[in-house]
């Protein structure tokens, strides 16, 4: 009865951070919204934010994309057309690399790179006391340092998860030329046949809602943090932790909704 309690308190005690986790949520998208007013100092942190999330993550997105790309076509080619179906694969590699796994693996890399730097940046500035510094001069937090790191981290899944789609459907029309011989003009013929506007669009609006969940999780979880040094590591783990369950979530949201409609 102590456990079952313990788990109802604790799943009481998560729906209550519900109402308060949305209107922080839409405090960021006021804030980002009204961004292109902040000051020097803001697009700075901005351009920051773009250099670490996008610029620093392309070479382990490429190489993450061109391994993915080139083993499915290099498994998955041979199979089918001992079937008879090969032009299937080129089916297969759009809904994987494009419009499925492709979004969900670059927004677990940005997860695993910037949520817990971000966390523990802010969370370390509240413990240092610059957070109460920015308050006392009239300056909004989350104008100043959330904001510029939303725009940030959703500018960088949704580029990175174009040059993701872009490497890992480029790079198999050359491997795949030393073990399974395809002419260029069959490769690209066939995959642009599958590429549709519905996959790009499914593929984006994953990238945008993936980032908007990472930089909000990961700034509520650092401005979360009160006074102990402590709790920067914790919370840094918890904004990992989190944005990997609603990224779980929100992606088979979007996925089944893309079937339905």
Known sequence: MDMVSAIGSTIIDQMKSIPYGLGYFGKMIE?????????????????????????????????????????????????????????LIYSLLVTIMSR???????AFVVTARSATAIATEIGGMVTSH?????????????????????????????????YFSFCGLLAPAV?????????FAEYFSGLFEEFTIRTIIVS??????????????????GFA?????TEVPVA???????????IVLVDAF????????
Not at 178 to 183: G, L, Y
Not at 204 to 221: E, H, N, R
Not at 225 to 229: D, G, H, P, T
């Open 100 to 106: 499925e796994l492709g979004p969900i693996l670059i």
């Open 204 to 221: 984006l609006v994953k990238s945008i809602f993936f980032g908007m969940i990472i930089a909000t999780v990961s700034t509520y979880y």
């Open 31 to 87: 804030s980002s919204a009204a961004f292109v007013s902040r000051g020097k100092a803001a697009r700075k942190i901005l351009i920051m934010q773009l250099l670490f999330t996008f610029i620093e993550a392309l070479p382990i997105t490429s190489i993450l994309a061109v391994v993915l790309g080139s083993s499915i076509f290099l498994m998955g080619y041979p199979f089918l057309l001992s079937l008879g179906k090969s032009s």
């Open 130 to 162: 610059e957070i109460e510094a920015y308050i006392s001069v009239g300056v909004d937090p989350i104008d100043h340092l959330g904001a510029p790191r939303f725009l940030g981290v959703t500018g960088s899944m949704f580029f990175l998860t174009l």
């Open 175 to 183: 491997i795949i030329q030393f073990i399974h011989p395809v002419p």
């Open 225 to 229: 943090v009160e006074r102990a040094s």
């Open 254 to 261: 979007i996925t089944v909704l893309s079937y339905v409609f």
């Open 236 to 246: 840094g783990i918890q904004a990992v932790g989190k944005s990997i369950l609603f």
